[in-house]
């Protein structure tokens, strides 16, 4: 099959839209977590998935951890008050709005996801939360969504806001640069003192047992009613934080890309990390420093523990 043009989909990427015989990452995702806003068809899905691999729920259930604990820290640690989640999926399970509203109920969030019922589930969801909306966007057609009315009218582009790419680069199936060059794209227009939050499958790439499970658990979505997923390496996905520099995923820890189950745990680990927890990896990337901060984000996040993520590391513009 023939690679679809820049920035474009290939029907593998297309939306479920309104087929009901159609899963969708959403809703499998969201079955994974243990919510409720599922159908048949992707829980037969998940249940593929998870007969060759069990540990696929601890990558949902990780993920998850690694969204509520980078969203708290940035509410709290860092003061955001405007936050952009790009390819959300189901505003359902604990998410960005929930955490971040407890902190401070004046935030603003904007959820966007390129799957038409998702969005209008998220709308409905969502109907009574007047500092919160959900908008149909793809995530890798940035101008549908950077320059979209509700965008522009509900977050001021003046003022620091958080980005999160969380769990969603790897769903493309295209031209394996594009995910790097939308990141760009999004991080480019962040105003001075934001955030951008990334989480992301990795691909081991050493002939290890996790790289024949992933191989194998890859292939099985590739024949499936989700059409496939792109795994990348850890070079391929630093290549995602354009430089930024990585803040130490730990007290005294030197900066680096590492599982999010050991980004600023909220305890120790007590054994050994199952495949699907080293198997997921991600950051929370600081743009540039807000004008008047006296401190940075790296000391922003070593002084204050945000609690803990899936493969993670934070990363900050100099």
Not at 147 to 159: C, Y
Not at 214 to 224: K, N, P, S, W
């Given at each position: 099959m023939s690679q679809p043009e820049h920035g474009e989909r290939s029907d593998l990427d297309g939306p479920p839209g309104v087929d009901p015989s159609r899963a969708s990452v959403a809703r499998v995702y969201d079955y994974l977590l243990g919510g409720s806003t599922h159908h048949e068809v992707d829980r037969q899905v998940a249940h593929e998935l998870t007969a060759k691999m069990p540990e696929l729920r601890d990558i949902a259930v990780e993920n998850r951890s690694f969204l509520i604990r980078a969203s708290t820290f940035l509410a709290r640690n860092a003061e955001i008050d405007q936050y952009f989640a790009l390819g959300s999926g189901l505003p359902t399970a604990e998410n960005v709005h929930q955490v971040v509203q407890r902190v401070n109920r004046e935030s603003r969030v904007v959820y966007t996801d390129y799957d038409p019922v998702v969005t209008a589930h998220g709308r409905a969801l969502l109907e009574e939360n007047d500092r919160t909306r959900y908008i149909e966007g793809d995530v890798f057609t940035p101008g549908s969504i950077l320059?979209?009315?509700?965008?522009?009218?509900?977050?001021?582009?003046?003022?620091p806001m958080a980005l999160f790419f969380v769990a969603t680069l790897h769903h493309w199936k295209g031209d394996r640069g594009r995910p790097a060059e939308v990141t760009r794209e999004f991080i480019d227009r962040l105003p001075a003192g934001?955030?951008?939050v990334i989480s992301h499958v990795v691909d081991p790439h050493d002939g290890s047992d996790d790289a024949r499970l992933?191989?194998?658990?890859?292939?099985?979505?590739?024949?499936?009613a989700l059409g496939g997923?792109?795994?990348r390496t850890r070079a391929e996905i630093r290549e995602l934080f354009h430089g930024l520099e990585l803040v130490p995923p730990g007290?005294?820890?030197e900066p680096d890309i590492v599982p999010l189950a050991r980004w600023w745990p909220a305890g120790p680990?007590?054994?050994?990390?199952?495949?699907?927890?080293?198997?997921?990896?991600?950051a929370s990337l600081a743009?540039?420093?807000r004008q008047g901060a006296t401190v940075s984000p790296c000391r922003w996040a070593t002084r204050h523990s945000p609690s803990s993520w899936r493969y993670t590391c934070v990363a900050r513009r100099v």
């Open positions: 320059d979209h009315e509700v965008v522009l009218e509900h977050l001021d582009r003046t003022r934001s955030f951008a992933l191989e194998d658990l890859i292939e099985t979505i590739r024949r499936g997923a792109t795994v007290s005294g820890a680990l007590l054994g050994e990390m199952n495949v699907g927890q080293r198997l997921i990896v991600g743009n540039r420093e």
